[in-house]
């Protein structure tokens, strides 16, 4: 049975949604570079709002100089925000499906949520690195190389964590 995913109607019930969402996360924050994405995400009025939060960090950052070096530093800076994030989603996921049973199993026999959700985390892990490294490959004979590797790994690294943050919301509406 294919489920739908829950949509949640009121602003103010998604706006506690997404608090809770980032509440381990706000735990884990390590620098004030993190507020940014953060408020961003918790203002976001649905999940394609939240796309706009990508380079709530390093957007401000390359205003401020433009050295390959820094713009590097600036994506470099915004992918740690993004992967502290995209860690308590994925182990506030690994939480949420711990109890579900494998569709249609009785048995015990199948695949359980999680070890899907920890083969799905590899293999996009895998992808990101390749798709990245690809990336680089095609500029490798210039200065832009070194910005480019830093911008791919935080631009997937957000949309994996706005990935994941969508799936646990949909599993809390359920």
């Known amino acids: 049975m294919c489920r739908q995913p829950v949509r949640l109607g009121s602003g103010t019930m998604i706006a506690a949604l997404i608090l809770a ?13 993190d507020a940014p994405v953060a408020d961003c995400l918790v203002a976001a009025p649905d999940p394609e709002a939240r796309r706009a939060c990508i380079g709530a ?3 401000p950052c390359l205003a401020t100089d433009q050295t390959t070096y820094r713009i590097a530093s600036c994506f470099e800076a915004e992918l740690v925000v993004w992967d502290r994030l995209l860690n308590a989603r994925y182990t506030d996921l690994l939480d949420t499906v711990a109890g579900l049973a494998p569709p249609g199993d009785t048995s ?10 920890r083969t799905a985390q590899r293999a996009w892990i895998a992808f990101r690195d ?15 190389a070194r910005m480019i590797g830093p911008e791919c790994l935080m631009r997937h690294t957000a949309l994996r964590t706005l990935d994941l943050t969508a799936k646990a919301e949909a599993l809390a509406g359920r």
């Not at 390749?130 to 832009?144: K, T, Y």
């Open 108 to 117: 015990g026999s199948a695949v359980s949520p999680q070890d899907d959700l």
């Open 57 to 59: 960090v390093s957007e």
């Open 21 to 33: 969402l980032l509440a381990p996360a706000a735990a884990a924050q390590d620098t004030a570079e």
């Open 130 to 144: 390749a798709d990245c490294r690809q990336e680089v490959n095609l500029w490798s004979d210039g200065s832009i």
